[in-house]
């Protein structure tokens, strides 16, 4: 027994609200989660992009006068081409070689209109492929244990028996996953936002893209919800971490080669035949070729979640304007949200219901 | 002063607890698992003390646990636990209540002192607070340097009592321990008995739902038997062990024929049980006293010569009985 063991003693204090319960079951699991070596390695990598797409901002703010380079043009080129896939990149892009031919004070204010359509590009490129990437691994990193080691190690019981409700539960739990989530996009974002409009040669920016940083902050939801919610349904369907890891990853992956398959499959059908070359001499056929001449069908979407995401915060950028295009995709991801959440909800009171 | 107008200086209902109002209070609670009646129009005012909540496997006590703490809804009835309605402040009722979990259970990935420090953050202490909170808990429970060792090491009896500190890190006027000896050696299950009626001592009951009726006769002043559902007796437990009609219990250190003769040649009945302990029928202290001579005389050395108690697994057992025969 310690020397200063003094028995039983009271305590008298006063308790937080209720309502900041939730940030303890948070607090807590970004704690737990942090002590991962993998997951900090993870989180440092996810702020390469961020670099790569600052550079984006400067070269475009700072070397407005000098457009007229080749190597500016060739930068341009590699750019385009590089973001040839997003919505509405090719008119950035052409707006950009315009601009390049114009005299020095109209290639300012043409590049000045286009400052908002080219910081959303530049944006919408980083949520979408290094963030997007980056996204899966970390929350196949962060989520599958958050509810799958409670219900290994019967952990419910301490949590309920507090005053705490389910709801509460899940949002601490959902918390820990949008903080690392947050850290990688919404984060990096704004602050590349901040860096553009310091880069900028006068604030008059914040007036022209005001709207951007609103756009990160819904677009960082989109990303954010629906992938929380689907994590935490299958941390809440196993006690074994790992199958809750299996399910996560085998999502994305099959979603993503279900939709490499059948995009491809669908623009070989569409493509018409030349008198059976196609198939009879198929490696002799200019890929290039190809691509310039047929169009890559985009109806497979649906069937991925990432492209879904991806579909959604280009409109969300403002760049995918064809609302119908998007409203699939959209209300997709909000009924599997609904969905997830049903099933969290379900299998996280169901300790307490028997 | 009731217990809601307590609740608003929490700290200060640990001092109340003596009060004459029952802390638990039910009326016709009726819980129904799909067609199945786990509690069976219970009606049950506990108050302050050491309270033992017995029954057989199966006899609705965890359920009768989580409906007092909130965490399933009856479907008839009413009830109040602290003065909270139970269909209506069920989160009062928990921030004012210790509950140590009889399962295995604990928070993975962190170490014991981290646990209840969590804990107690989860019951609204605040962060430094809740750390100098938990080392002392600890300490009171009797976790040294283990405390720094994560959880998921700790051995049965360690978790055993992790959990009892988590349960009152908030300093709870209620405490409600399910099997809190279970899987403790016998110098531990003392002392974790020692540090309940501590607790008591302090004016905090406890509710204690265990299988173990020594710890019962040890530790607590009430006793609530509950078979299939139903409640089958409330009582103190002086009440109870207190026999029919007085009698003296005798224990020897050896065999005891030779004083039984003895004691028979006096002309007194006397029964023996199978553990040796003769109980003489009577309440007269001259015969008692002559017992010390007669044992005396045919040298048979008394261990123990004590008023008769009622075993309390003799009236557990009966309860039982009735409340299985009642349902058939």
């Known amino acids: 027994m310690p020397i200063h063991d003094l028995g039983y003693r009271g305590w008298k204090g006063k308790l937080s609200p209720y309502a900041m319960r939730w940030w303890v079951i948070a607090t807590n699991g970004i704690k737990i989660a942090w002590r991962s070596f993998w997951l900090r390695r993870m989180l440092l990598l996810a702020w390469a992009p961020a670099l790569t797409m600052g550079l984006g901002f400067f070269l475009y703010e700072q070397y407005r006068d000098v457009f007229e380079d080749p190597q500016t043009a060739m930068l341009l080129d590699g750019f385009g081409r590089a973001v040839s896939i997003l919505p509405n990149a090719d008119s950035v892009v052409d707006g950009m070689q315009e601009a390049r031919r114009l005299p020095l004070l109209e290639r300012q204010a043409a590049l000045a209109d286009l400052r908002h359509d080219v910081w959303a590009l530049l944006l919408l490129t980083f949520f979408r492929y290094p963030q997007g990437v980056l996204m899966v691994l970390i929350v196949g990193l962060i989520a599958p244990p958050l509810i799958s080691s409670d219900l290994r190690t019967r952990a419910f019981l301490f949590y309920f028996s507090r005053p705490i409700t389910h709801g509460e539960y899940i949002l601490g739990k959902a918390a820990v996953v949008w903080c690392y989530l947050m850290m990688i996009t919404m984060v990096p974002s704004l602050v590349l936002y901040v860096f553009g409009v310091l880069l900028s040669p006068d604030l008059s920016v914040v007036y022209d893209t005001w709207d951007l940083p609103i756009r990160i902050i819904i677009a960082s939801a989109i990303l954010l919800i629906p992938t929380t919610a689907l994590a935490l349904m299958f941390s809440s369907l196993t006690s074994e971490s790992r199958f809750a890891g299996y399910a996560w990853f085998s999502v994305w992956a099959l979603g993503w080669v279900a939709y490499l398959i059948l995009t491809v499959a669908t623009t070989n059908i569409d493509r018409p035949m030349r008198s059976g070359r196609f198939a009879v001499e198929s490696h002799s056929i200019d890929i290039q070729e190809i691509v310039e001449e047929q169009p890559i069908v985009e109806g497979w979407t649906e069937v991925s979640l990432i492209h879904m995401l991806w579909k959604v915060e280009g409109y969300v950028f403002g760049l995918e304007e064809d609302v119908s295009d998007v409203l699939p995709s959209a209300v997709i991801l909000l009924l599997l949200t609904f969905f997830a959440i049903y099933v969290l909800q379900r299998r996280v009171s169901a300790p307490t219901r028997v | ?328």
């Open chain 2, 1 to 328: 002063m009731n217990y809601r107008e307590l609740a608003v200086c929490y700290n200060c209902l640990s001092d109340f607890t003596m009060a004459k109002n029952p802390l638990i209070h039910l009326e016709h609670l009726t819980k129904y698992y799909g067609a199945m009646r786990v509690l069976d129009d219970v009606s049950l005012e506990i108050g302050s003390g050491v309270t033992g909540l017995l029954g057989p496997n199966g006899a609705g006590k965890s359920t009768l646990i989580k409906v007092l703490l909130g965490l399933v809804r009856f479907s008839n009835g009413s009830g109040e636990v602290l003065g909270f309605s139970l269909r209506r402040e069920a989160r009062n009722i928990r921030a004012n209540v210790g509950y140590m979990v009889e399962d295995d259970s604990y928070l993975a990935g962190i170490s014991g002192v981290e646990m209840v420090r969590f804990v107690a953050r989860l019951s609204g202490l605040p962060s430094i607070e809740g750390l100098r909170r938990a080392h002392e808990i600890l300490d009171f429970c009797g976790i040294e340097q283990e405390r720094y060792r994560n959880v998921e090491t700790y051995s049965t009896g360690m978790r055993q009592k992790l959990k009892f500190a988590q349960a009152i890190v908030h300093d709870p006027p209620l405490l409600v321990l399910d099997e809190p000896t279970s899987g403790l050696d016998p110098e531990e299950r003392e002392r974790m008995l020692s540090r309940i009626r501590v607790l008591a001592n302090h004016g905090k009951a406890v509710l204690l739902s265990t299988h173990i009726l020594p710890d019962v006769q040890t530790v607590c002043d009430d006793v609530v038997i509950i078979v299939n559902g139903r409640i089958r007796l409330v009582e103190k437990l002086e009440v109870l062990s207190r026999p029919a009609s007085p009698a003296y219990q005798v224990r020897v250190i050896g065999q005891p024929d030779a004083l039984i003769s003895r004691i028979q040649q006096e002309n007194i009945e006397v029964t023996v049980a199978e553990s040796g302990v003769i109980t003489l029928p009577t309440s007269d202290e001259t015969v008692v006293k002559r017992v010390w001579k007669w044992a005396d005389e045919v040298e048979v050395g008394i261990r123990s010569l004590v008023p008769a108690k009622n075993s309390l697994e003799q009236i557990f057992l009966d309860a039982v009985r009735e409340g299985k025969s009642a349902n058939t």
